[in-house]
Nanobody
Framework: QVQLQESGPGLVKPSQTLSLTCTVS??????????WGWIRQPPGKGLEWMGA???????IYSPSLKSRTSISRDTSKNQFSLQLMSVTPEDTAVYYC????????????WGQGTQVTVSS
């Protein structure tokens, strides 16, 4: 059973960098069959896909967030991370990490989500 768990600060000040880590168990982030990424949901709004990292280490980002987003990984810990720079209160959201099948393009496992609030 694959499990994903987000971790990181729940409160970030405006203009700072939001950093979250997703720890994966039950599956390898270097598997050729999957990619791993981040999704967020601001209060009262829909889900927003942010970006993903492939087994090769290459990344892809949402065009609207690309200039502020970085996804990286630590294969020794089976973790991948999100950095969102220059945050504003509009970045307040529940942040999820998830896994997608390369062939199907469909997500199959998600973390439980973590609330991040941007406020001074």
């Amino acid at each position: 059973q694959v499990q994903l768990q987000e971790s990181g600060p729940g409160l970030v000040k405006p203009s700072q960098t939001l950093s979250l880590t997703c720890t994966v168990s039950g599956g390898s982030i270097t598997s050729n069959d999957y990619c791993w990424g981040w999704i967020r949901q601001p209060p009262g709004k829909g889900l927003e896909w942010m970006g993903a990292i492939f087994h090769s280490g290459s990344t892809i980002y949402s065009p609207s967030l690309k200039s502020r987003t970085s996804i990286s990984r630590d294969t020794s810990k089976n973790q991948f991370s999100l950095q969102l720079m220059s945050v504003t209160p509009e970045d307040t959201a529940v942040y999820y990490c998830a896994r997608w099948g390369i062939i199907t393009g469909r997500d199959d496992y998600w973390g439980q989500g973590t609330q991040v609030t941007v406020s001074s």
